[in-house]
């Protein structure tokens, strides 16, 4: 787990733990470590690089190979193979290629023909600062109390003040070759130094040995953030101006993101499917409860990490929103995002060159919620987690330069050019195709059973994010832990729910809201079997089967009915059913009346949900016994017994009983669900039932 408090200490180097590594394990190494603080550098940003000798595998010559954290992946949790190597004096020969800044982008298709050992990690935009400095050891982090300084306005003289001179300043420039030849320069020119500030972007530090590089690295983020505390203290500075509102109360957080959110999610999707990601962290409240919260916001984010992430500013809904319901809100909501994406398009037509890729999506990623927190917006949730932490860097950098100094964002144009940089829409032209359900949200009831874990780890991959709901609480830890080990945390969450229990559906709802913004699919699955001869039907039982599998289906789906419609970007209801809703089985009245009644909900929300985009369909398993806890109980006796055979025989039984001569497992019922779930598989698919039964003419659909 990475650490973000300031009292804890930095991490330090073990020798122990390095004893014997070879140069390039020791560059693994400290990249892990100095990965491993937020403080030190932010998720996916800054690089590290070695230069070591070895041998040619052509040649068997040694040679001077330049390692370097390859482009994409991230210090904290990079491997070896990470890393790009490069032959340091191919790179030393391109010099004479360079035609100057206008044409600094095209050195960059010089760089794979650079390549040693034919290593196909692509080398990073960064890899000439790296290769044009003149030390075997060079760290360029991105260190929250670094970027303040390099965000102040007058930060040249405050780094001096900060180090004593001994690091040195260079202002903003983009980075790519010539910041390479600018920071080599540089160094030349200022012999001695122990790092460069490199205006509105963050450090350049080295070392000669990969200990005496983290050392340094790890003293200079330390001395910045101490200098930077200490001032803050002494001025006794109220942080952006000081506290105008207070946070509200869980409870009335809670509602109003419930109620806010789906309608912002379905509002800024436009087409592509977006997840939302809270953050409510003391940073944040901090920031969108102060005084200068809209004047700072309006500054826009510094570091080129920060802004590609975040866009360079945030939207903010002001609290007078938060009472509002229904068409009111969504109005309001609307009319935010729509001037938002206005001056998003102006800034694009202001600052775009004749070369600029088009207009990307204008919606916002940041929304400061006063009050409540953060909300980022992405097209899946890594993405706006991730976007969220950088704008808590960003905001951490914004309150440590205006405790000392003034905060001063990136000129626009100079923002524009990183945003829409052509290497840039190189990178996301080669992002490769995302997976079908990716964006998407299933909640799917009896989550913690076999039909239900198999429907959600369908889901979980090809792409998309489940929320469970169950109310074993029990089964419900065992597979989500399972399912979060597989597919990531990010995309799955558990909640107890009973489905009877109407305000525990509604918290079910509340809960999805929450964590991804609502919901698009849901699977109504949660259930049980019951046996017996009318007359021994007890009251109790006939209400236990219409509670859980009637009421039940009939509270989830009014649940998801309502959620769907408040995002306004259609949906899709899957029953999950039995054949004994289609044709009846002996002594299980209770059982398949309420399965009946769940054919025919479903097709009374096809009917309502069709000028909503909403469809609703059913699939109807049929001896399903591998995996369901239905099978392990009194159902499996009590149907062994009515068919006069043994439990262990029950599988074999159903299967010869089948046209087809087949068993069916939970994987066959989460496919057929998933073609039901699937926007793009059965869009054109509402009111209908699909009977995944291997074959029973009694069942057969008319
Ligand atoms: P299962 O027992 O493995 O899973 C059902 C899950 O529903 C369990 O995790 C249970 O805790 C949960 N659940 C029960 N009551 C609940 C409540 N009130 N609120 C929330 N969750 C509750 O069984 P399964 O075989 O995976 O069954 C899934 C669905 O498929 C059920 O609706 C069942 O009727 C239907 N079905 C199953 C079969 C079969 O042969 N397995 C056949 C036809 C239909």
Redesign the pocket.
Known sequence: MRTSTSIQSFPRWDDAATAGMDDAHLLLYRSNLLGSDLRITNYGGGNTSAKIWQKDPLSGDTTEVLWVKGSGGDLGSMRLDGFSTLYMDKLRGLKPLYRGQAHEDEMVDYLPHCTFNLNTRAASIDTPLHASLPYAHVDHMHPDGVIAIAAMANSEAITRQVFDGSVGWMPWLRPGYELGQQLAAYNDAHPGLLGIVLGGHGLFSWGESAKTCFENTVALIERAQTWLTEHRLARKVQVFGGARSVALADGARHATLARLLPVLRGLSAQGVPKLLHLNVSPEVLEFVNAKDLEPLAALGTSCPDHFLRTKIRPLIVPETVYALEGAALKTALSTLLASYRADYTAYYERCKRATSPALRDANPVVILLPRIGMVTIAKDKATARIAGEFYVNAINVMREANAVDQYVGLPEQEAFDIEYWLLEEAKLQRLPRPKPMVGKVALV??G?????QAIATRILTDGGCVVL????QQ?LNTVYTDLAKAHGKDHVRAVV????DEASVIAAFDRAAIEFGGVDILVS?????SAAAIEDTTLALWNRNQS??AT?YFLVGREAFKQMKAQGTGGSIVM?A???GMVASNQATAYCAAKAAEIQLSRSFALEGAPLGIRSNVVN?????RG????TGKWSKERAAANNIGEDELEAFYRDRSMLKRSVF?QDIAEATYFFAAEHLSAKSTGNILNVDAGNLAAFTR
């Open positions: 009831t009896g913690a059973g076999g039909i239900g709901a169950d109310i074993d089964a729910c009973d489905v009877t699955n949660a259930g049980i079997a859980i599998l039940g999950i039995s054949k004994n398993p049929d001896a399903v016994i369901s806890k239905i099978w939970p």
